[in-house]
C-alpha cells in the first residue's frame, strides 16, 4: 500500500531547511498489507490537488480496513463451511426423496396396469371382473398424493359397472366418492342422476342435473329430464304425505280409542296458500 502524504503548508516550507525545494513532496512506500485490498493508494491523488473524488487514506483507516476485510474473510469461510454441510445434508436425504418418487411412479403405473384390465373386462361384458381389477387399481393408489385422478375414474368406473349389473344403490355410491375427488366429473353426475331416476330418487336425480346444467347450460336434454321429473318429484311428495298422515291416524286411533274418540274427531284443513294443515275436534 502506498501512502501519499500532504504538499507542505507555507508556513512549514518557511522554517525547513535550506536544501528542501518549496515544492517537494515526499513520497514514503510501504510493502501491501494485504493481497486483498482493492484500491492502490498510487491511484489517488494527493491532498490539495484538483479533486478527483477520492482522498488519501489514514493508517488507523487502513488498519481498520484490513481488519475488516479479515473478518468478511471468515464470514466468508464460514459460510462457505455452513454451505457444504447443508449441502451434505441435502446430497444425504436426495436418495430417499429419489426412492420415494419412484415408489410411487411404480405404484401409479401398477394402477394404471389395473385400470386398463378392467376397460377391458367391461368392454367384453364381465362386469364383476372388471370391478375386482378397479378395486385393485384403487388400493394400490390409495396412499399416493397424486393419485386422485385414477382413483376418481375407477370409482366412476365401477359405478358403470353396478349400473349394468341392475345395483343402482350401488352405483349411487360410487359416483359420490368419484365426485368426492372430482366435483365436476361430468359422467359421474350423469350417471347417478340415472341411478336415483331409476330408484325413484326424483328430487336427488333433479339436484344432480341442475349441477350438469351449471356445468353445461346448452345440455337441452338434461334439461327436458329436469321438466319431466319435477311433476314425478311432485307427485311422489304428495303421495308420501298421504302415507305418512296414514300412519298417524292408525297411531291415533290406538291412543284415542281409549278414550273412545277416533282421529275421524279431528277434521285436518289444508291452506291452499301455504300447503299446511290445520286440525279441528268434532264430536
Known sequence: MVLIEQVP???????????QTSESTTTKVSP?????????????????????????????????????SNR????????????SDGDLKENTQQPETNVVQLNEQKALAQANDAKVEGNTLFKDGLYEEALS???????????????????????????????????HAE??????????????YMKALVRRAEAHEKLEHYDEAITDMTKILELEPSNDQVRRSVMRLKPLAD????????????????????ILGRFGMSVDNFKAVKD??????????QK
Open 9 to 19: 503548508s507555507e508556513q512549514a516550507k518557511s522554517n525547513s531547511k535550506p536544501k
Open 32 to 68: 501491501p498489507a494485504d493481497s486483498s485490498s482493492t484500491a492502490t493508494a498510487a491511484e489517488k491523488a494527493p491532498s490539495g490537488y484538483a479533486s478527483d473524488g477520492y482522498e488519501t487514506a489514514s493508517d488507523t483507516e487502513l488498519n481498520e480496513t484490513e481488519n475488516g
Open 72 to 83: 468478511e474473510s471468515e464470514k466468508a469461510v464460514n459460510a462457505t463451511s455452513s454451505s
Open 133 to 167: 381389477k378397479y378395486e385393485l387399481a384403487l388400493q394400490v393408489a390409495a396412499d399416493i398424493p397424486s393419485s386422485t385422478e385414477i382413483r376418481s375414474i375407477c370409482h366412476a368406473n365401477r359405478a358403470a359397472c353396478f349400473s349394468k349389473l341392475g345395483k
Open 171 to 184: 352405483t349411487i355410491k360410487e359416483c359420490t366418492k368419484a365426485l368426492e375427488l372430482n366435483p365436476t
Open 235 to 254: 307427485e311422489k311428495r304428495e303421495k308420501m304425505k298421504e302415507e305418512m298422515i296414514g300412519k298417524l291416524k292408525e297411531m291415533g286411533n290406538s
Open 272 to 281: 291452499p296458500n301455504t300447503g299446511s294443515y290445520s286440525v279441528s275436534f
